[in-house]
């Protein structure tokens, strides 16, 4: 099982960028996704989810209205589109596969993390 995040980079506040999870290993269509990410000094943070048949999605308040999540199984890859982007968005964001298709409530049940693609946000 390999998730591989991609699609980082350095962007002015207001800007967007597209994050992409790929997946390989595993039958993509069977499980949720999960976004997530960390600021420097700051724990792990759930931003996102998207259920197995992308029926179900989810978003932290801070990114609601600014983030979509969308999945392609068929190219077995994840999407987080960021829009507005804001200084405070600037972290480490990471893919992981929950050990459900549903989104559930809460940001637990995940195991197999991808390595992560850095987010930059400044002027």
């Known amino acids: 099982v390999q998730l591989q995040a991609s699609g980082g980079g350095l962007v002015q506040p207001g800007g967007s960028l597209r994050l992409s999870c790929a997946a390989s290993g595993f039958t993509l269509d069977d499980y949720a996704i999960g976004w997530f990410r960390q600021a420097p000094g700051k724990g792990r943070e759930g931003v996102s989810c998207i259920s197995s048949s992308a029926e179900g999605t989810g978003y932290a308040d801070s990114v609601k209205g600014r983030f979509t999540i969308s999945r392609d199984n068929a190219m077995n890859t994840v999407y987080l589109q960021m829009n507005s982007l804001q200084p405070e968005d600037t972290a480490v964001y990471y893919c992981?596969?929950?050990?459900?298709?549903?989104?559930?409530?809460?940001?637990?049940?995940?195991?197999?993390w991808g390595q992560g693609t850095q987010v930059t946000v400044s002027s």
């Open positions: 992981a596969r929950r050990l459900r298709s549903w989104c559930g409530s809460a940001w637990d049940l995940y195991r197999y």
